[in-house]
């Protein structure tokens, strides 16, 4: 009897340890392709265990929402690269501002558009906000990204763009060709919808990227 009790004590602690995550299904039913307008838009091949990103002086969006809204604390992403974007100033600056990855939490909050905003803002921006629940809006995007040039390394930044974008630089890709990263998230946030892209237009790059994973951990 003593013996099962130890049992059921140690199944408790470990259940209680474990963290659940929810991982990213690679089909593309799952996501909203987005453009930019006047840009190039990039080439997406689903593969469920993986996606491959193909950018040949492009960029475009991918959204990911989830099925319901939460918090997690934990998330998580895997990928490969053939090539990276090419840097002739410091990475970020205008006409500079392209990164071999960027994955993005879309968190919710206050923020709304009204209707002159919905009018003439871009069909990311409208779809980003529609993605909220009926009376609440967006607070943030927190962007995760790769990226070359080593003085970004461990850095973030307010978008010059918007105060809704704010970047992470996590993924050093200066001297190597794949990244496996995991960042804290705002446990105080829901998140709605992940965000996934590549950028080659302001610099004509061209590579492929190919992501294996992302988790979110509770």
């Known amino acids: ?13 470990l259940l209680a340890t474990c963290a ?21 838009p990039n080439e997406f091949v689903f593969n469920d265990t993986s996606l491959d990103i193909k ?20 998330m998580t992403f895997s990928a490969r690269f053939n090539s990276k974007v090419k ?8 006409g500079h501002d392209d990164f071999s990855l960027r994955v993005g939490v879309v968190y919710e909050g ?40 080593k003085r970004l390394a461990s850095k973030s930044r307010v978008h010059p763009l918007s105060d809704l974008l704010v970047e992470n630089f996590v993924g050093d890709l200066s001297e190597s060709d794949e990244v496996s990263v995991t960042v804290d998230l705002d446990r105080s946030k829901k998140i709605l919808a992940l965000w996934i892209s590549s950028d080659g237009d302001d610099t004509q790059s061209k590579y492929i990227v190919e992501i294996n994973q992302i988790s979110l951990i509770e």
């Open 55 to 74: 950018v040949d002086s492009s960029a475009s969006p991918l959204i990911y929402p989830l099925e319901s809204s939460g918090k997690y604390s934990k």
């Open 110 to 149: 206050d923020r709304t558009l009204n209707f002159f905003q919905r009018a003439v803002a871009a069909k990311w921006i409208t779809t980003l906000f529609e993605l909220a629940p009926k009376g609440t809006g967006v607070s943030q995007i927190n962007f995760f990204n790769t990226y070359v040039d």
């Open 87 to 94: 840097t002739s100033g410091p990475q970020g600056d205008k």
């Open 1 to 13: 009897m003593k013996n099962n009790s130890l049992l059921i004590l140690t199944v408790y602690s």
């Open 20 to 40: 659940f995550a929810e991982d990213v299904i690679f089909k593309e039913s799952n996501f909203k392709i987005l453009s930019y307008s006047s840009i190039k």
